[in-house]
């Protein structure tokens, strides 16, 4: 029920990874990347469907030897979401999966050696519709960039992404997206404010090499939020040392929490104290997890007492109040005659939620 989000988004070109838009006001589109051996196709396959019904629009693939172009054929054959491509240095693979139908390379050009092996990139990628993602990486960045800068500077890693996209401008081929990842915060972010003034291109977003499931997301959440609150970014990536399921869940998250794009429940639960009259995390935790499967967008409350509960569930899509055994109701503003028992609430809650979504999403 809460309005559109009140953050403008910087204008940039639009470049599209199969039928998925990516800049120029587009959904910021939520990716990850699959951690199996992509050797295994039928690992990568369920991995790439797991994160599909997870709600990915685009999922990166590992491809860094000739055998590994082989096997992406073959998932490429097997699912339906856009594949990019992740290949470094080696110039022939990249010709191979251009093939094969990728989706989008991920390959900086600067890193392919010889003027006629970028061109045959290039061409191929013109040739078959494929943009190209430009990535650095503050841990991985040129030896002469490095002894200019000293250490890792924003101004470091838009120096080493102009070099790849001045190669690009140079053969006219302006169907790319470009990312400057770096682990630490203000590095990443200052290196993407000065890259957004630079180039029309869209951007790819990410704290590289976060950490772990809690404290990476809490870094992600920071150094994106940053730049999404600032209208930068069109497609993310969550990285983290985790499920790659769980980067999409952050990566929606993320957005949820900025109203720049919403996907299934999105739960507004108190942090409980004494006065609460049901157990608010169990529900929570409970209705978390059976309501996964849920992509329709909505607003849930769920307030253990009166202190917050009304305020909240009026501008809740449902909102639940506790009181002494049985807790009230809202639904859409409106505070409903029925109230739930509280021994029982989950299932009536869920129950409820269920039907809202079906009236509201009949397919
Ligand atoms: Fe405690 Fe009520 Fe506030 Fe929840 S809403 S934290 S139960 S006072």
Redesign the pocket.
Request: with cysteine.
């Given at each position: 029920m809460f309005s559109e989000s009140p953050i403008s988004r910087r204008p940039s070109k639009r470049i599209m990874v199969g039928n998925v838009p990516i800049g120029d006001g587009a959904p910021i589109a939520v990716q990850s990347m699959t951690n199996t051996d992509t050797l295994d196709v039928e690992a990568t396959v369920a991995q790439i469907e797991r994160l599909q019904n997870a709600g990915a629009d685009i999922v990166r693939v590992s491809v860094p030897t000739m055998d590994t172009a082989e096997a992406f054929k073959l998932i490429r054959q097997r699912v339906s979401l856009p594949l990019v491509a992740d290949i470094h240095f080696d110039y022939r693979i990249a010709l191979k999966v251009a093939e094969y139908g990728v989706d989008c390379l991920r390959i900086n050009p600067g890193n392919i050696g010889k003027e006629d092996r970028i061109r045959a990139v290039v061409d191929a990628a013109s040739y078959n519709n494929i943009p190209i993602r430009i990535g650095v990486n503050g841990g991985s960045l040129e030896r002469d960039i490095q002894e200019k800068y000293g250490e890792p500077t924003p101004e470091a890693l838009l120096e080493s992404a102009m070099r790849h996209v001045d190669i690009l401008d140079r053969l006219n081929f302006d169907q790319f997206k470009v990312s400057v990842k770096a682990s630490d915060v203000f590095l990443a972010v200052g290196a993407y404010r000065l890259l957004a003034k630079q180039i029309e291109q869209p951007l790819h977003l990410g704290i590289t090499e976060a950490g772990g499931a809690r404290a990476g997301s809490v870094k992600s959440a920071v150094g994106l939020g940053m730049l999404l609150a600032e209208g930068i970014g069109d497609t993310l990536r969550v990285s983290l040392a985790a499920d790659p399921v769980e980067e999409i869940k952050v990566g929606f998250d993320i957005l949820k929490s900025l109203r720049l794009r919403s996907r299934g429940i999105n739960f507004i639960a108190?942090?409980?104290?004494?006065?609460?009259?049901f157990d608010?995390i169990g529900t929570v935790n409970a209705l978390e997890e059976r309501l996964e499967d849920i992509v329709t967008p909505l607003d849930v409350s769920i307030?253990?007492?009166?202190?917050?509960?009304p305020g909240?569930a009026l501008v809740s899509d449902m909102g639940v109040t506790?009181a002494n055994r049985m807790s009230g109701f809202y639904e859409d503003g409106v505070r409903q005659k029925e109230r739930f028992d509280n021994t029982n609430l989950i299932d009536q809650l869920e129950a409820k939620i269920r039907a809202k979504v079906a009236k509201a999403d009949p397919e």
């Amino acid at each position: 029920m809460f309005s559109e989000s009140p953050i403008s988004r910087r204008p940039s070109k639009r470049i599209m990874v199969g039928n998925v838009p990516i800049g120029d006001g587009a959904p910021i589109a939520v990716q990850s990347m699959t951690n199996t051996d992509t050797l295994d196709v039928e690992a990568t396959v369920a991995q790439i469907e797991r994160l599909q019904n997870a709600g990915a629009d685009i999922v990166r693939v590992s491809v860094p030897t000739m055998d590994t172009a082989e096997a992406f054929k073959l998932i490429r054959q097997r699912v339906s979401l856009p594949l990019v491509a992740d290949i470094h240095f080696d110039y022939r693979i990249a010709l191979k999966v251009a093939e094969y139908g990728v989706d989008c390379l991920r390959i900086n050009p600067g890193n392919i050696g010889k003027e006629d092996r970028i061109r045959a990139v290039v061409d191929a990628a013109s040739y078959n519709n494929i943009p190209i993602r430009i990535g650095v990486n503050g841990g991985s960045l040129e030896r002469d960039i490095q002894e200019k800068y000293g250490e890792p500077t924003p101004e470091a890693l838009l120096e080493s992404a102009m070099r790849h996209v001045d190669i690009l401008d140079r053969l006219n081929f302006d169907q790319f997206k470009v990312s400057v990842k770096a682990s630490d915060v203000f590095l990443a972010v200052g290196a993407y404010r000065l890259l957004a003034k630079q180039i029309e291109q869209p951007l790819h977003l990410g704290i590289t090499e976060a950490g772990g499931a809690r404290a990476g997301s809490v870094k992600s959440a920071v150094g994106l939020g940053m730049l999404l609150a600032e209208g930068i970014g069109d497609t993310l990536r969550v990285s983290l040392a985790a499920d790659p399921v769980e980067e999409i869940k952050v990566g929606f998250d993320i957005l949820k929490s900025l109203r720049l794009r919403s996907r299934g429940i999105n739960f507004i639960a108190c942090p409980t104290c004494s006065r609460q009259e049901f157990d608010v995390i169990g529900t929570v935790n409970a209705l978390e997890e059976r309501l996964e499967d849920i992509v329709t967008p909505l607003d849930v409350s769920i307030i253990g007492c009166v202190v917050n509960g009304p305020g909240e569930a009026l501008v809740s899509d449902m909102g639940v109040t506790g009181a002494n055994r049985m807790s009230g109701f809202y639904e859409d503003g409106v505070r409903q005659k029925e109230r739930f028992d509280n021994t029982n609430l989950i299932d009536q809650l869920e129950a409820k939620i269920r039907a809202k979504v079906a009236k509201a999403d009949p397919e």
